[in-house]
């Protein structure tokens, strides 16, 4: 659903699907589906909410999971590459730990 709302350029009731699936995966442990929701809301909130702040934080969570979990990749196929590449652009290519 939030990628049909996204579609439609719903912005806002797309980041607020993304906020409920990444709850239910942080309840159910699924750390692969928590770092993709974060980084895929991170995206609707920086580029085009802006929202910076929170999607900081968000990509800054999705990566530690990543390496505290040792994936080579979340549920949605995002690298850690991609992680930091796209934390670095938000941060205007400075420190991205």
Known sequence: M????????DYA???GM?????EIAR???AVEMEAACSFNLAFVLHHH???TDRAVALVRRSIDILRQY???QDAAGG?????EAFLAEMLGGGDTH
Do not use: C, E, K, M
């Open 2 to 9: 939030a990628g049909i709302y996204f579609g439609q350029g």
């Open 27 to 29: 309840q159910l442990g």
């Open 79 to 83: 690298t850690l590459a991609q992680h």
């Open 18 to 22: 993304l906020s409920n699936v990444l």
């Open 70 to 72: 040792g994936l080579p």
């Open 13 to 15: 009731r797309s980041a």
């Open 49 to 51: 909410l802006g929202d």
